[in-house]
Each structure stands twice: as structure tokens, then as C-alpha cells.
């Protein structure tokens, strides 16, 4: 599956942004979809994952509360609702794509900057 993020951008604390990921090829609907971010010299971290059977969410404790993880299957796109913003979500944003078989993400999207300014 490829995966093409976008939507990132500059905006003040406490703005929201909303983060896409489309899906060309298979639907978003046979994976478990996840976000991920890289902030500037730390290791990529995990932000909000929807499983394909049901799904159910997940979310790191640094975004719960604030981030919605949601999809649009007749859009083939997840989305990441953003909400009160800090300067700490700054980081390039990774959508990615997990089969259920496996316990890897396998498929990566290219990446999106959120910049958030205080």
C-alpha cells in the first residue's frame, strides 16, 4: 500500500491542524493505521493507531484527550485531528500501515512538518 501524508503546517499553541494520509492501491480498511511523529534529534515516536477490526484507537499518553485518529473508507484516507496545540507536537508526522498478520508497520507515508510556534 502507498501512503501519501499532507496538511502539516505552521500554527500558534492551542490552534489545530488536521493531518491526512491517502491510500493508493488497498483500502485503509484492511490495516491497522497509525501515526507516528519525529521531533528534530530525538527517535520517532508513536501517536495514535486505528485497528481495522472495529476500529478502536489508541493514543499516546503525551496526545490523549487532544488528537483524533478517524478514517473516511470511501476516501481510502485516515485523518489526524490536531487540537490545542503545543510546541512540543513539533515534529515531522508519519502516517504508516500495519498488516493484522504482522507486528511490524510495514508501509510508510513520506511525512508531513507540524510546526507549532508559542
Known amino acids: 500500500v502507498q501512503l501519501q501524508a499532507s496538511g502539516g503546517g505552521l500554527v500558534q499553541a492551542g490552534g489545530s491542524l488536521r493531518l491526512s494520509c491517502a491510500s493508493s492501491?488497498?483500502?485503509?480498511?484492511?490495516?491497522?493505521m497509525g501515526w507516528f511523529r519525529q521531533a528534530p534529534g530525538k527517535e520517532r515516536e508513536f501517536v495514535a493507531v486505528?485497528?481495522?477490526?472495529?476500529?478502536?484507537?489508541d493514543y499516546s499518553d503525551a496526545v490523549k484527550g487532544r488528537f483524533t485518529i478517524s478514517r473516511d473508507l470511501a476516501k481510502n484516507t485516515v485523518y489526524l485531528q490536531m487540537n490545542s496545540l503545543k510546541p512540543e507536537d513539533t515534529a515531522v508526522y508519519y502516517c504508516a500501515a500495519r498488516p493484522t498478520w504482522s507486528t511490524q508497520f510495514g508501509s510508510w507515508g513520506q511525512g508531513t512538518q507540524v510546526t507549532v510556534s508559542s
Open positions: 492501491g488497498r483500502s485503509v480498511n484492511r490495516y491497522n
Open positions: 486505528m485497528r481495522r477490526s472495529g476500529g478502536s484507537t
